[in-house]
Structure formats: C-alpha cells, structure tokens
C-alpha cells in the first residue's frame, strides 16, 4: 500500500469555513485538492492502492486528519474533491475517528502522532525534500509512506526530528509543486512495480 501525507499550515478545519465557495481564501485548499487528484485518480479508474492524509493545522479547530483511500462503493469525482473535503469536515466528532463516506474518516491527529502510527505498522515512511537523496536510488518498501508539504513547506521543529529517523528524498533538481511531486512519487512506483 502507497501512502502520501499532506501537511498544510493554513488549510481550514472546519466544513463552515469551506462553505464561502472561495477554495484560495480557505488555507490553499486547492492545492490540497490538486495533490489528492494526483494522488489517486486515473485517467480512466483510481488508485485504489493508495491511501491519502491530509493533515490540516489551519484555523478554527486543527489538527485534523482526513483519510481517503477510494472504494468501489465511494462516489468521487475530480470536479467536486473541494465538496468532499468539506463534507468530511463536517462530520468530524470530537474523540473518535469517523468513516464519513466509505475509506473516508476524520479524526484529530497531529503530523508527529500520523508519523509515528505509519512508522508503528512498519511502513517505511520519506519526507519529501528537494535537497533529499534521489528517489532514482531510494530502496523503497512495498509498504510506503511519502510526507509532503504545502506552499509553505513542512514545519521545521516536527521536520528536525523526524530527519533523524526519515530518509529525505527528491524527485528532481527544482521546486516542484506539492501535486507536482504526488504525480512523479506515484509514476516512479508504477515503474518499480511496487
Ligand atoms: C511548493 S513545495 C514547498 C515550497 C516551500 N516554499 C518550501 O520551501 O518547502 C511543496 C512541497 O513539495 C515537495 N517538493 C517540492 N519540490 C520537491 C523536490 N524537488 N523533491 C521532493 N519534494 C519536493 C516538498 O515536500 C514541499 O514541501
């Protein structure tokens, strides 16, 4: 199983405050909302093979993690991902992790929290840096895990401590967007065969 998580500072955790229509307003949402495209749509089918976190740190009630890996029996499309977002959040309820849809649950959790879980069930887990080995020559399990940030990057105190533990790998020489790296990852394993 492929995994990506999503770290953004800014992106709304609420559902009323994506409810305004406007997605650049709601933390950059649309760049969440490129990255999870990239993440599990196909031309023609779904990556049923990875699952997607987003964890959000923006305002009124971080931190939220929203984790959507699809099912046959869940209705997405590419035109409406903002909507299901905001459905999600919606439902959130303090102390638990809720299935909103199906392979679709919010729940509270910090960056550190989701990092250490991933790393808990074994799955080998990679930042995703520019300055990080190439993923060209990066042993990669068939269990993994990419963390990726923003427009803003990934936080530097969680990004000191986990540089200790997680290997940093890049997919090329410049700054690509988040969405950009999500679509070379996921092409890069289809390659490998993982
Ligand atoms: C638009 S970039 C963030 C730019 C931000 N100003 C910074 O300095 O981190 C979004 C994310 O994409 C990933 N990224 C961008 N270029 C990359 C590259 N060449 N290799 C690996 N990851 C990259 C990083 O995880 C980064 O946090």
Known sequence: MRHFVYFSSTAATSGKALSDGNLM???????????????VFLSHGFRKDVTFHFIFYGMPDPPKHIEITVKDE?????????NLI???????????????FPGCFIEKK?????????????????????????IRSAKIPEDCCFILGDHDGLPKKEMKRFKKSITPVSVGPKMYFASQTVAVVNNELDYRGI
């Open 110 to 134: 910090s960056l550190l929290n989701m990092v250490e879980e991933l790393l808990g069930k074994g799955i080998g887990c990679f930042i995703l840096d520019k300055d990080g080995e190439s």
């Open 25 to 39: 307003k709601a933390g950059r949402i649309d760049i969440a909302i490129h990255s999870l495209i990239q993440g």
């Open 74 to 82: 869940l209705d997405i499309s590419k035109k409406d991902v903002g």
């Open 86 to 100: 905001k459905k999600i959040l919606y439902k959130y309820k303090p102390g638990e992790k809720t299935e909103v």
